[in-house]
């Protein structure tokens, strides 16, 4: 299993994003590329074979999802979540972000204010103002152990009439915090208090480490249970992001009609047949394929945490808890623009800067890490040359 994570695919010319856009995205083609959030390993075989046999058919008329589709996901939270979800909780969005526009064009009216916890996946800022929402930022604090929420700041945020709605991100994209129950309690508490509506992306629940838990939101309290919109997928854990095949778990009925309503009015229930296919075969049988990934991801995370520690200790992050993205500070290697340029211009490295996450990812990059040993080493090893010449 593990020499599946050790083949190195090539990926150029495939219609990738993270490997065909080095020109458009870097301005030069010679870049390792470890920014956008999808892995370079081949899919689970039985999420391949499954494929194999729609495209075998070689019939595509239009497709719907039977209960085969809803029990997979069922079976999957129910058994690795101890989450105990419902079918009629479940809504069909081809992706988490059209979904998190949906669900804001459904819960608010233009004008209102959505409350985000930054740093943090920066489509969610576009998301919000290009439906001509007004952005509130609780700025999550940098601790000497790792990222911790400012609930004082938070509170004061909710207290807000006009703030309508807060999106967790859960884990947490980019600064890869798992949240303990704790911490879910008193966002649950707040919502309550002041009685908000939450969004709860979840895309990364299964790529959690040892001695971590992710714990739905939604299993927190009846309140969040009744007030939460939940986005989930496949598309991270078995890397198959391209089937554009996501859910929204909405147990309020009310809530759940008028998300329904707001979807049809942009066309987003249109079914993808391979993405009912990989998501039953990915969430049936693929568990053994994830077990394996996540141990070949903490060892690729161990990997570079000596190797930084040995050859260029002016960068720094805290090992993720979950999600396969790294937080490197890198501050005390110069200002932002300075490491964008020799990271690009000199190591041929492209990661994603953190200022585009929010103000305080500055001086941040985010590294995706889930690509093969070979070439993290090869892009370490042009950082340590770069960096240290």
């Known amino acids: 299993m593990v020499n599946i994570f050790e083949n190195i695919v090539n990926r150029k010319n495939t219609n990738s994003v993270k490997w065909d856009l080095n020109e458009t995205i870097f301005g030069k083609s010679d870049v390792i590329p470890m920014w956008v959030a999808d892995m370079d390993f081949r899919a689970p075989e039985e999420v391949l074979n499954a494929l194999k046999e729609v495209v075998d058919h070689g019939v595509f008329g ?34 988490v972000v059209p979904g998190l526009k949906i669900a804001i064009n459904a819960l608010t009216n233009p004008g209102d204010k959505i409350l985000i916890q930054t ?26 152990s790792g990222y911790i929420m400012d609930f004082e700041d938070l509170e004061d945020k909710f207290k807000d009439d006009k703030m309508k709605l807060f999106i967790l991100c859960s884990p947490h994209n ?12 008193k966002i649950a508490d707040l919502a309550e208090k002041y009685g908000k509506i939450v969004i709860s992306d979840e895309i990364h629940a299964d790529l959690v480490y040892k001695g ?3 714990i739905p939101f939604q299993k927190i309290s009846e309140y969040v249970k009744n007030n939460t919109i939940t986005f989930t997928a496949p598309s991270k854990t ?14 309020n009925k009310e809530l759940k009609e008028l998300f329904e309503k707001t979807k049809t009015r942009y066309s987003s229930d249109l079914t993808n047949i391979f993405g009912i296919r990989g998501l039953e075969a990915a969430y049936n049988y693929g568990r053994d394929w994830l077990d394996e990934l996540i141990w070949y991801l903490e060892e690729n995370i161990d990997f570079i945490d000596e190797y ?3 050859n260029i200790p002016q960068i720094k992050f805290f090992k993720p808890e979950g999600t396969y993205l790294l937080w490197l500070d890198m501050r005390e290697l110069g200002d932002e623009e300075t490491v964008k340029d020799i990271l690009i211009n000199k190591a041929g490295v492209g990661l994603e800067e953190g200022s585009i996450f929010g103000e305080g990812g500055k001086g941040f990059f985010r590294m995706n890490i889930a690509t093969t040993r070979k070439i993290i080493e090869k892009a370490l090893n042009n950082m340590n040359e770069a960096f240290n010449n």
């Open 238 to 251: 078995f890397n198959i992001a391209g089937l554009e095949t996501a859910n929204a778990i909405i147990p």
């Open 174 to 185: 980019p600064v890869g915090r798992v949240w303990k129950k704790e911490e879910l309690k």
């Open 62 to 95: 239009y497709p719907t999802r039977t209960d085969s589709y809803y029990n997979a996901i069922i079976r999957w939270f129910g058994i690795y979540h101890e989450w105990k979800i419902e079918k009629n909780w479940i809504s069909f969005s081809p992706g």
């Open 119 to 144: 740093p943090v996946y920066y489509p969610f800022y576009e998301v919000i103002k290009n439906n001509e929402r007004k952005i509130v930022k609780n700025e999550m604090i940098y601790t000497d």
């Open 308 to 310: 930084f520690k040995s």
């Open 212 to 214: 971590f838990k992710h």
